[in-house]
T-cell receptor
Framework: EAQVTQNPRYLITVTGKKLTVTCSQN?????MSWYRQDPGLGLRQIYY???????DKGDVPEGYKVSRKEKRNFPLILESPSPNQTSLYFCASSFRGRGVLYFGPGTRLTVT | AQSVSQHNHHVILSEAASLELGCNYS??????LFWYVQYPGQHLQLLLK??????LVKGIKGFEAEFIKSKFSFNLRKPSVQWSDTAEYFC??????????FGKGTRLSVIA
C-alpha cells in the first residue's frame, strides 16, 4: 500500500531534549516536505527536499533541521525543542514536487 | 512570493445547504491547483485537482471546483452539504518552480 509513515504519532517532551521525528514513504517520490499545523495559522512549511541530499528552508525553518540521505526517508530533528514548537507536524511527499501531495498521519508534539 | 488566500475562516451551514469556499492565488503564470480536506483528527487528503483542460473539475464526494484564470480563483462548491462534510478545507497552488503553497484553510461546520 502506498503510504507516508511518521513516528512517533504522539510525543511529550521537555524543553531542550533533542528529538527526531521520522518520516518514510514507499512511493519512490523525489519530493518530501515537513509542515506544522497550528490553529488559525493553517499549514506552514518547515523544510522541503527536492531529492536526495537537496534540502531547502520553508516558511518557518528556525529551530528545525532535516536531512535527506535516502530517497525514502526525511527525518525532522529538533536539536533543542522549546514550548513554541508544540504543534501538529505532517510529513508529505509527491512526485517531483509537481503532483498530488501525500500526507503522513501526523505527529502531535508537546514541549513542556 | 506566491500566496494563496482563503477568505472564509469558518463557515457554518445547515445540512442540505449549498457550499462555496473561496480561493484566490497571486501567481500569473501556469498553475496547478488543489483542494485538500482534513476530517477531524485525520491527515490531509486530496479532494480534487486541476492541471489543465476543462476548468470545471469534479472531485470526490460530490465536490467540484472551477478555475477562473481571469479572476485567479479556484472556488470549491458542493450543491448540498452533509454532516459528514464537517472538516477543514485547504486550497493549494503550485506555480513555476516553487513548491506547493497552501492557504490558511477554511473550517466547515455542518449542523443538522
Amino acid at each position: 500500500e502506498a503510504q507516508v509513515t511518521q513516528n512517533p504519532r504522539y510525543l511529550i517532551t521537555v524543553t531542550g531534549k533533542k528529538l527526531t521525528v521520522t518520516c518514510s514513504q514507499n512511493m519512490n517520490h523525489e519530493y518530501m516536505s515537513w509542515y506544522r499545523q497550528d490553529p488559525g495559522l493553517g499549514l506552514r512549511q518547515i523544510y522541503y527536499s527536492m531529492n536526495v541530499e537537496v534540502t531547502d528552508k520553508g516558511d518557518v525553518p528556525e529551530g528545525y533541521k532535516v536531512s535527506r540521505k535516502e530517497k525514502r526517508n526525511f527525518p525532522l530533528i529538533l536539536e533543542s525543542p522549546s514550548p513554541n514548537q508544540t504543534s501538529l507536524y505532517f510529513c508529505a511527499s509527491s512526485f517531483r514536487g509537481r503532483g498530488v501531495l501525500y500526507f503522513g498521519p501526523g505527529t502531535r508534539l508537546t514541549v513542556t | 512570493a506566491q500566496s494563496v488566500s482563503q477568505h472564509n475562516h469558518h463557515v457554518i451551514l445547515s445540512e442540505a445547504a449549498s457550499l462555496e469556499l473561496g480561493c484566490n492565488y497571486s501567481y500569473g503564470g501556469t498553475v496547478n491547483l488543489f483542494w485538500y480536506v482534513q476530517y477531524p483528527g485525520q491527515h490531509l487528503q486530496l479532494l480534487l485537482k486541476y492541471f489543465s483542460g476543462d476548468p470545471l473539475v469534479k472531485g470526490i464526494k460530490g465536490f467540484e471546483a472551477e478555475f477562473i484564470k481571469s479572476k485567479f480563483s479556484f472556488n470549491l462548491r458542493k450543491p448540498s452539504v452533509q454532516w459528514s462534510d464537517t472538516a477543514e478545507y485547504f486550497c493549494a497552488v503550485i506555480s513555476g518552480n516553487t513548491p506547493l503553497v497552501f492557504g490558511k484553510g477554511t473550517r466547515l461546520s455542518v449542523i443538522a
